[in-house]
């Protein structure tokens, strides 16, 4: 069985490397992105085993986007390919190295139309860890099933359950739906990685201590609260403190900051550390994503991210 599970939508993705608006852009580099995607990469790099469930559509970008996913060493058996639908793409318009854009074509997309027989139970029930975000519940009301279909099997297992809200108001229909869905699954989670926006979104509080108080519903529960540059911060039944960011010299696209840091954070977890050493790992990870272009390119192998940490080059 697998330390990580996760399941999501990955799509191809366009980028541009100029620092213009997509309406000039001339060339386009194509690479793959998708949070839970993201996650589980970055776990297998660090040394975990990570497994990844969707499906794609049975053409070229679908098998682009599973052999990227694969060869980075993610388990992808609970992989389905579908005729009736095509792979999601999306382009990513980079005005400068911190305002990016992104613009989805993902709507009716072959992940879209995953539900809960697609998914793989005893996979699921017998990985330590199930990872997923809010982004999926916001595809279609097949994969809002299927979500709570994984938190149940992962439940039932007493495996833990990681939830990152990755609020994207393009796709929900309406915040106060967001708000509900993303909340109810919020409760059932064990460990919550909200960004400090979500969090205040999510709870009404601004401030972010109340804000991951008001998220914890049931004791056991985990928050960590990313707040960019200034770190993130963590509270759990047993401790709570602030671990403050890794300042980067260059950033070069922030995008896939926020998986990475979960990636962290999930390998920690998985090692049984501290809380604070797991919230450092995930502080680290994030800050090697932003250095390079791409979603999940720059996400660190084990030994890059011990001499990192071990360096205190920052
Ligand atoms: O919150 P992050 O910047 O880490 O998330 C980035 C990913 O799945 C990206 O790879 C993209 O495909 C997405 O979030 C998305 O659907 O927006
Ligand atoms: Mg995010």
């Known amino acids: 069985s697998l330390d990580v599970v996760t399941l999501g939508e990955t799509m191809v993705l366009f980028g541009s ?97 995953m539900e809960p027989v697609d998914l793989p139970d005893s996979y699921i029930s017998s990985a330590k860890i199930l990872h997923i975000t809010g982004i999926t519940p916001a595809l279609s009301e097949s994969c809002q099933d299927a979500i709570f279909h994984a938190i149940h099997l992962a439940k039932e297992a007493g495996r833990t359950v990681v939830f990152d809200p990755n609020i994207r108001y393009k796709l929900w229909g309406n915040k106060e739906e967001a708000k509900q869905v993303l909340n109810q699954i919020a409760e059932l989670a064990d460990i919550i990685l909200p960004g400090v926006d979500e969090a205040a979104f999510l709870t009404g509080e601004t401030d972010y ?30 401790s709570s403190g602030i671990v ?51 979603d999940v390119e720059g996400v660190p192998t084990r030994v890059q991210l011990q001499s990192f940490i071990d360096s205190g080059e920052r």
């Not at 040394?47 to 993610?74: A, C, M, N, Q, T």
């Open 244 to 294: 403050p960011g890794i300042p980067v010299k260059n950033v070069v696209d922030p995008v896939g900051a926020g998986d990475g840091f979960a990636a962290g954070v999930i390998s920690g977890v998985l090692d049984e550390v501290s809380l604070e050493e797991a919230v450092e790992r995930g502080n680290a990870v994030g800050a090697f994503v932003v250095q390079m272009n791409g």
């Open 209 to 238: 201590e109340k804000a991951a108080e008001a998220l914890k519903t049931h004791k056991g529960q985990t928050v960590v609260v990313k707040l960019g540059e200034e770190g993130a911060y963590y509270t759990s039944a047993e």
């Open 17 to 113: 490397s100029d620092h213009a608006s997509l309406e000039y852009a001339n060339t386009m580099q194509k690479q793959i992105g998708g949070a839970e995607s993201n996650v589980a990469i970055g776990l297998a790099r660090l040394g975990h085993s990570s497994g990844w469930i969707s499906k794609l559509g049975d053409d070229p970008f679908g098998k682009y986007v599973h052999k990227f996913i694969r060869g980075e060493g993610v388990d992808t058996r609970g992989v389905t390919y579908t005729k009736q639908a095509p792979t999601g793409i999306f382009f990513k318009e980079k005005l400068s190295a911190d305002h990016v854009n992104v613009y989805y074509y993902r709507h009716q997309s072959a992940a879209s139309l």
